[in-house]
């Protein structure tokens, strides 16, 4: 079991991430007149100090960092981003907190499928490339900060927060009370130093965000769909059916579906199917204002 000097440590290294991270999402909001949703007391848009959202099951999340398109302190707005934050110390614990990530984010984004919010991660400390590639592959915007990066940040003002499970406990305990006594100006020196080093991946993940929140629509796709659906016991009859179907025949039998797809310039697509026109011409009408 971790001992309780080493996991202090890691919450004070967390909160302190935390205190880097905000404000650069918090500019980037403000610039655009996005209203950014975090933990603590907001108003009448929602109870209570978390930010809780439902997915499309129905269960509650309680996430890290929403971006609302005409959100106010009163009401809550259109969702365009969904940002989760995370730090792990031991590669262990990543694998873990990707799928707890996901498992929370992707039902609240399907629910939302016709916002096509931008889903990100952002991240610090040691993640396996294998966690990493299985958020991307997802659909997740990553921006990690490494572990080395963040023991270089704290070395500026003479802090050594390296640990792992062979630290002595004494070591953990020093770290923690001078983290506890940096003053002001000290915290400045370690979150610019912060920032500084990992320029790139901030300036890529701002600007993938950007391509999603700025992209416009560029094709639409509407394919009504007429005929008989058929049932097949097995694979082998329904390939048989597929092989024998005459493609040269034109719209036989009944309406079923709208299908459309909506294409986007920066590649993100919205497939969305229908069974009546009034539903399908109210999501056309939705995605055009958004």
């Not at 259109?78 to 694998?95: C, D, G, L, N």
Request: aromatic share 10%; net charge neutral.
């Amino acid at each position: 079991m971790a001992k309780a000097s080493a996991h202090k440590l890691g919450q004070l290294i967390g909160d302190f991430l935390e205190e880097t991270w905000l404000p650069l999402l918090q500019d980037y909001c403000d610039r655009r007149h996005l209203y950014l949703d975090k933990k603590g007391v907001r108003g009448a848009a929602r109870r209570g100090k978390k930010v809780s959202w439902k997915d499309i099951y129905g269960n509650t999340h309680d996430l890290d960092f929403v971006i609302e398109k005409n959100g106010t302190a009163a009401q809550r707005g259109q969702p365009v981003a969904f940002i989760e934050a995370a730090w792990r110390r031991y590669t262990k614990h990543s694998r873990n907190k990707s799928q707890e990530i996901q498992g929370a984010i992707l039902p609240i984004a399907e629910k939302h499928f016709r916002d096509k919010p931008f889903l990100g991660a952002v991240l610090a400390g040691v993640f396996t490339e294998g966690s990493l590639t299985q958020m991307r592959s997802s659909g997740f915007e990553v921006m990690l900060f490494p572990y080395g990066t963040i023991i270089q940040s704290f070395a500026e003002v003479g802090i050594d927060i390296a640990y792992d499970v062979a630290t002595p406990d004494a070591v953990c305990i020093a770290a923690i009370s001078q983290i506890e006594r940096m003053n002001a100006a000290h915290r400045l020196v370690v979150k610019n130093k912060l920032i500084e080093i990992n320029q790139p991946v901030i300036t890529n993940f701002f600007g993938m965000l950007e391509n999603s929140l700025s992209r416009t629509i560029t094709k639409v796709l509407a394919i009504p769909l007429h005929g008989q659906s058929h049932e097949f016991d097995t694979i082998a009859a329904a390939i048989a059916f597929i092989d024998g179907y005459d493609e040269s025949v034109g719209c036989v039998g009944r309406f079923t579906k709208y299908e459309i797809v909506v294409r986007y310039s920066n590649g993100d697509s919205i497939d969305a199917t229908f069974d009546n026109k009034e539903r399908t011409v109210g999501f056309l009408n939705y995605v055009s204002q958004n």
